[in-house]
């Protein structure tokens, strides 16, 4: 069995949809970041970085949210979220997994955090160029699905369009969310109509807005 440690809208909610999407048996472990658990000695043992999310499969320990869904979608084939190893398309998957962490995640962390890219007095500089970035990259997704969508990967659904609909509620307060885009909108809204989505909402407790409201 499979245990996520998690908190609520973080970046444990992809790995969540993911272990809903392939049906595999899983318990939720709560560390409530407000509280700090994530910092205790106890979890530190878990992740040493103190983020979540982690997973413990079968002994094993893993973190990192993207290598989590890439682990499960692999681990389980029969759900459909990742080409094999040897389909063309397998290679943009990989493209598309680590571009949005890489890049879209990364990006979304300097608006958040911006303590710590810089001193006080430029945070607020730090965040408008967040902005400008994430403005592009909502902008380049958009232009991908218009012409190669409905999916990242075409008629197929991934992973990595999970975990896009993740890091696109993440935009959600900002002026110019991931969803004033018409191709991503329709992509979200695609992955909040899948029944495994929805179930991982519910159980963390999320209201599901449109992709332009704040909602928590």
């Not at 444990?12 to 407000?34: S, W």
């Not at 983020?51 to 459909?80: K, T, W």
């Amino acid at each position: 069995m499979y245990t996520l440690y998690w908190d609520v809208g973080t970046a444990a909610m992809a790995p969540h949809a993911i272990l809903e999407e392939v049906g595999a048996p899983y318990r939720l472990v709560r560390v409530d970041t407000d509280k700090g658990e994530h910092l205790q000695p106890a979890y530190l043992k878990i992740n040493p970085h103190g983020r979540v999310p982690a997973l413990a499969d079968d002994g094993m320990v893993m973190y990192e949210s993207a290598a989590i869904c890439l682990h499960l979608a692999d681990r389980h084939p029969q759900a459909g979220l990742a080409p094999p190893v040897e389909s063309p398309a397998r290679a943009h998957y990989l493209q598309w997994m680590t571009f949005l962490t890489n890049t879209v995640q990364e990006t979304l962390i300097h608006w958040f955090h911006p303590d710590r890219y810089g001193p006080a007095e430029v945070a607020t500089a730090i965040q408008d160029a967040a902005v400008r970035r994430l403005d592009r990259h909502w902008s380049f997704l958009d232009g991908q699905l218009a012409g190669e969508g409905p999916f990242l990967l075409g008629e197929t659904a991934s992973a990595a369009d999970i975990y896009l609909a993740m890091l696109a509620r993440w935009s959600r307060n900002m002026e110019r969310p991931a969803g004033a885009h018409p191709h991503l909108r329709a992509l979200i809204e695609r992955v909040r109509a899948r029944p495994a989505y929805r179930r991982m909402l519910e159980l963390q407790g999320i209201t599901q807005p449109l992709p332009g409201e704040a909602v928590a």
